[in-house]
C-alpha cells in the first residue's frame, strides 16, 4: 500500500518511526530563487514561495542540517539515501551530511538540460545526486541497477567483445 503524506518533513516525526525508513529520495528547494519572500505563501505550491523561505545561506543550511538529521534518525541501520542538489549548494550539502554522520557513497551526476542559456556564463547541464548510507553494512540491489554496456577489447590480433555491467 502507498501512502502519501502532503507536510512539511519537519512534521514527519509524527508518521515515521526512528529507524524504520529503507531509502529515501529527496528533491528539496535549491534556494536559487534570491532571498527570503516577505509575503511567503508555502500552500500556493509556487517556486516563488517554497524556494524563499530563507533570508541567507546560512539560515537554509541550518534548515537544510534540521531535515538531514531528522533524515538519520528515521532511515533504517542498513539503509540508503539519495539528495538531489545543484552544484552551487553540492559542496555544504556534503559537509552537512558526513557532519551528521553518514557515509558518503558516491556522487552521481545527473545530466539535464533546462531552462535558456546565459549569455555571461555557462548553462546549468546537470544536477548532483549525493547517495549516503547510514553505515558500512547497507542494502544495495546491484543487478535492479545494472546496465549493459558492451566492452571492446584487442587481445593480440584479436578484437574481443565483453559485456558488462553497473
Ligand atoms: C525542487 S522541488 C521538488 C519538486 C518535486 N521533485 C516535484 O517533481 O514536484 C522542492 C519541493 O520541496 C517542497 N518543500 C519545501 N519546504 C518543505 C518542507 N518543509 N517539507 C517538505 N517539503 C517541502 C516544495 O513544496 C517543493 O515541492
Known sequence: MIKCINESCFNSPKYIQKES??????????????????????????????????SSKKDFYDWTHEWMRLMHDQLKLNGSAYICICWEHSGNFKKILEDIGFNIKNRITWKRDKGRGSSTNWKSMHEDVWFVTKSKDYVFNVNEVMVEKKLLLHIGMKKVILKTGS
Open 21 to 54: 525508513v529503507d531509502l529515501f529520495f529527496c528533491d528539496p528547494p535549491y534556494f536559487i530563487s534570491g532571498g527570503k519572500n516577505k509575503n511567503l505563501d508555502l500552500s500556493s505550491g509556487s517556486r516563488k514561495d517554497w524556494d524563499r523561505q530563507w
